[in-house]
């Protein structure tokens, strides 16, 4: 039982692009899952590995020029074309939350 008036604590990340911590629930998370495989994980539950980006085409860029997502995520191999094609469409449709331009 939940008494009222009671606030959770919402849980903080950071982007692996700009370092900005914000709420999980604003960033984007790439997960890499038991099996081995990479995708992108829109509701942030899935079993694996993740790592959080800002959802700006700034820092996916700078994630993907670095390989910053690669090594968060302990890939040997480089991320998945249709990843970064999915991340790409995602952050591409979504309002920027301040990546690394706000700091």
Known sequence: MVKAGRVRKRPIRSCVACGR????RDLVRV???P???VAVDSTGKRSGRGAYL???AAC???ALKSRRLERALSLAAPLPEAVVMHLQASIGSAPSAGGPQDA
């Open 21 to 24: 911590s914000a709420d999980k």
């Open 60 to 62: 996916l860029a700078a």
């Open 35 to 37: 099996g081995g495989g």
């Open 31 to 33: 997960v890499r899952e």
């Open 54 to 56: 800002c959802a700006s």
